[in-house]
């Protein structure tokens, strides 16, 4: 059943021994796009809370605030079917602080912001306030607000806030057109027109594949197709840094670019982007410990032309120093402050050193393994190396393997693998493996029922959970050669990539 709170004090009182939270940010009138950022919470959280409050300081004079679609009795039923915790839908004087936030400049000086005077201010006031509140691990939000999205995830870093935003992509309708609850305002013909918008985003991407770097370029095949359909005005049409939000001349190599739109259909105001990108493929291999990944990443690696990044390999070099240096597993501040002054790094050939000491082999060893998901659970340790990991892939070309690059590290790689074989299994290889390198071989039985232990550990942590994304390909090994298993990798990553 799901729980509604009206008072700030009451859902504090009822969140407070719950962990795992995600948190769903909505102004009501729920969609499909909401429906899909509720999902994906729900998939990735013990909790989920939703907030429905129409937030009148994003609001200026003249705007649709009065006649901003409300529909609580449905928006409570969607909350209900979907599993959702709680709701929190506060009244004014819950949530309305004495204070206001003021965005980043260089962030509001383009797209929505001249035009809407205040908004991104009403904006972060009330989201701050609200993450204050609801203390969630991870608020999930839609791409299509591509603005307000990058704003709230600068101040989020600037404030230091132990909360992770996770973009999700912008779902549409068959014609393209981005959910919103404002769509509700359009007459039927105005919904066939807006469809537009999309259509002439995706020409605009079309061009950008084909090789076309020039931004005013791609803006004007924006604007040469919507003048085609005379009954949207354009209010703006942008090419921008997808996360600093800076216009852009050229999109070099590497950088991440969002093509923005705003204009009206009859009097409804309509938003839109598409993210540009122009990067060799990144492959995403996930799956549980002792799945075979880093073996089969190597060799993946190897046939496809790729460089091969050992992201766990990582997180265990962090374990080994804070083993090293005697601290306990349970002292995350010591631990955390260790490894924020660690210099982690992986070669090409597969070489793993931590502050240019060579820990390759050292790391591989048994006690190793069993304290490494302790580790890695930590939030502040898993927050610098998702840091460095997005740094090492964030140009392509790159396989890299763990228990959440497709999920986390990497949402948008270009392939997913989800590798995976019974705890059997993954016992017998590691036994294997531990008698090649003539180290400690424990017995079947214990190094089974660690992995197993392992394996709740990592899909119960509140931090990054262990996942197969929505997206991945499943592939269990058991019964299957290395050989095998690295073939079917590399035609399925040839067919997709041809």
């Not at 795992?20 to 796009?33: E, K, N, Y």
């Not at 999902?39 to 959280?45: D, F, K, P, T, V």
């Not at 084909?210 to 003048?227: D, I, P, T």
């Not at 590399?490 to 997709?496: G, I, K, S, W």
Request: charged share 25%.
């Amino acid at each position: 059943m799901t729980r509604v709170f009206r008072t700030v004090a009451g859902l504090g009182c009822w969140r407070q021994s719950l962990d795992s939270i995600g948190f769903v940010p909505t102004m009501g009138a729920l969609h499909r796009g909401h429906r899909s950022l509720i999902e994906r919470a729900l998939a990735e959280n013990r909790t989920v809370i939703v907030s429905i409050f129409v937030n009148p300081l994003q609001f200026a004079p003249g705007e649709d605030f009065d006649r901003y679609p409300r529909n609580w009795a449905a928006d409570l039923a969607l909350c209900e079917e979907l599993g959702v915790s709680a709701v929190f839908a506060p009244d004014r004087s819950e949530v309305l602080p004495s204070f206001k936030i003021v965005p980043p400049p260089e962030m509001v000086k383009g797209l929505c912001a001249p035009f809407r005077p205040g908004h991104f201010e009403g904006v972060c006031t009330i989201v701050m306030q609200l993450l204050q509140i609801v203390r969630p691990d991870r608020v999930y939000l839609g791409q299509k607000d591509g603005q307000q999205v990058a704003i709230l995830e600068k101040l989020i870093g600037d404030f230091h806030l132990p909360v992770e935003l996770v973009r999700c992509p912008t779902l549409r309708e068959e014609s393209g057109l981005a959910y919103s609850s404002r769509n509700r305002y359009l007459s039927p013909g105005e919904y066939q027109m807006a469809g537009a918008i999309y259509q002439a985003l995706v020409l605009a991407k079309t061009e950008f594949q084909k090789g076309e770097r020039c931004s005013a370029k791609l803006v004007g095949v924006v604007e040469n197709f919507l003048q085609t359909v005379p009954e949207i005005k354009i209010e703006y049409i942008e090419c921008v840094h997808f996360q600093t939000l800076t216009p852009l001349e050229i999109i070099m190599d590497g950088t991440v670019a969002m093509v923005a739109i705003a204009g009206y259909v009859g009097n409804t105001r309509l938003i839109d982007n598409l993210i540009l990108q122009n990067r060799r493929p990144i492959l995403a291999i996930d799956g549980p410990a002792g799945a075979g990944k880093s073996t089969v990443a190597k060799r993946v690696a190897a046939k496809l032309g790729l460089l091969y990044l050992d992201t766990g390999a990582m997180y265990r070099g962090i374990t080994w120093a804070v083993l090293e240096a005697q601290i306990a597993l349970d002292d995350w501040g010591a631990i955390v402050e260790l490894a924020s002054s660690l210099r982690v790094s992986l070669t090409p050939d597969a070489r793993v050193f931590v502050n240019d000491h060579n820990v390759t082999d050292l790391i591989r060893q048994h006690h190793i393994t069993e304290s490494v998901s302790k580790v890695a659970a930590i939030p502040q340790v898993r927050e610098i190396m998702l840091r460095e990991q997005r740094s090492l892939g964030k140009g392509g070309g790159v396989v890299m393997e763990g228990r959440d690059i497709g999920t986390n590290v990497f949402p948008d790689a270009e392939v997913k693998i989800f590798l995976t074989a019974s705890a059997l299994e993954r016992a017998k290889r590691r036994q294997q493996d531990l008698k090649e390198r003539q180290l400690e071989v424990p017995s079947l039985e214990s190094i089974q029922k660690s992995i197993q232990e392992r394996d709740y550990r990592d899909m119960n942590r509140p931090v990054a959970p262990l996942r197969q994304a929505e997206d991945a390909i499943l592939l269990n090994t058991d019964g299957l050669t290395i050989e095998e298993v690295v073939d079917r990798i590399v035609a399925y990553c040839n067919a997709r990539f041809s």
